[in-house]
């Protein structure tokens, strides 16, 4: 059973020289990880932005779901 989609990307952002190092990913550009959770009809039931652009995307996936504020959906059984 499926109940949406979830993906990740990179948005391209400018940091201070104090952060380049942090946010600059794998393919050499300073990006923000952001993580996105769709349903069925389209609409965004969860993102999250921010995360520096040299983390790796199971860490932020990780994060949301230890995020006690967010309950993840689950198919119905």
């Given at each position: 059973d499926c109940i949406g989609a979830m993906d990740g990307t990179h948005v391209p952002c400018i940091v201070g020289a104090d952060l380049q190092t942090a946010f600059r990913n794998r393919k050499g550009f300073t990006s923000q990880?952001?993580?996105?959770i769709v349903d069925f009809d389209m609409k965004f039931t969860y993102v999250v932005a921010g995360w520096e652009g040299s983390v790796h995307d199971a860490r932020v996936l990780r994060d949301a779901q230890c995020d006690q504020s967010f309950r993840f959906s689950h198919p119905p059984t």
């Open positions: 990880n952001v993580l996105a």
